[in-house]
């Protein structure tokens, strides 16, 4: 198993290296098969500590030991861990993301595939913007969590948010209609576009806090809910046993 993203069609990248030279409007269409299409305005993720949300100040607070920033982006969550001291890898797939994070100052970038690289162990895995969302599907997410156990040290911990989206298939009288038969609800499939770039369609997965228990104690982790929200994000901490 591989990430969705590809070093090659990159259009997150393409954009973020497009905003840090200048295109401070650049911004990636998102479409998906369960929502209208949307766009990311890029700025997003070049925020500071102070214009983050709560619950990831929350997790950055969370961090201890060496710290692996898992799809880390732009950079942003470790360059405010590297500014608390702590010891930072920021991991990410796409080679021009990997670049801005040097030039903004982050010192230890490594550019590659979550799953296929040689692990290395860090005591915290830092899993924001629904980081979990890499397991793509529900069956895959066994195998994710494995990944993780491989690149923490002993007693290594995971900080991850994700959301529940049942809101997405609730009815106009409140009732909601999923198809019991079919796949997990928090499977969707995305494509995503920047000028002429555009990915081929891609599984993201969000998990509720319950079915993410279950995985995780049956993959050897204990799971503490450290904070839920009212539009369903959450944020979850796994710890091995």
């Given at each position: 198993m591989t990430s969705p993203f590809s070093s090659v069609i990159d259009p997150l990248?393409?954009?973020?290296?497009?905003?840090?030279?200048?295109?401070?409007?650049?911004?990636v269409k998102v479409f998906s098969d369960q929502a209208d299409p949307d766009v990311m305005p890029i700025n997003y993720l070049f925020r500071s500590e102070e214009e983050m949300p709560e619950r990831e100040q929350e997790a950055l607070s969370l961090c201890r030991g060496k710290v692996l920033d898992v799809g880390a982006g732009a950079g942003s969550h470790a360059l405010v861990l590297q500014?608390?001291?702590?010891?930072?890898?920021?991991?990410?797939?796409?080679?021009?993301?990997c670049d801005v994070m040097k030039a903004r100052g982050v010192e230890n970038v490594m550019c590659g595939d979550f799953y296929t690289l040689d692990p290395k162990p860090f005591d915290t895995?830092?899993?924001l913007m629904n980081g979990i969302g890499l397991a793509g599907t529900?069956?895959?997410?066994?195998?994710?969590?494995?990944?993780?156990?491989?690149?923490?040290?002993p007693g290594g911990q995971v900080l991850l948010e994700s959301s529940d989206i049942l809101y997405l298939y609730e009815e106009e009288d409140g009732s909601v209609l999923v198809n019991l038969n079919g796949s997990y609800y928090g499977e969707l499939t995305y494509v995503?576009?920047?000028?002429?770039?555009?990915?081929?369609?891609?599984?993201?997965?969000?998990v509720d806090v319950g079915v993410l228990q279950q995985y995780a104690e049956e993959a050897g982790f204990e799971v503490e809910l450290i904070r839920e929200e009212?539009?369903?994000?959450?944020l979850a901490r796994l710890s091995l046993k």
């Open positions: 990248g393409s954009a973020i290296a497009d905003f840090w030279h200048g295109a401070k409007r650049a911004q500014q608390k001291g702590l010891s930072v890898t920021a991991l990410e797939i796409s080679e021009k993301a895995l830092l899993l529900l069956d895959r997410l066994p195998q994710f969590l494995q990944t993780c156990k491989n690149w923490l040290a995503m576009q920047y000028k002429k770039e555009q990915t081929e369609p891609f599984p993201w997965l969000f009212e539009d369903s994000h959450y």
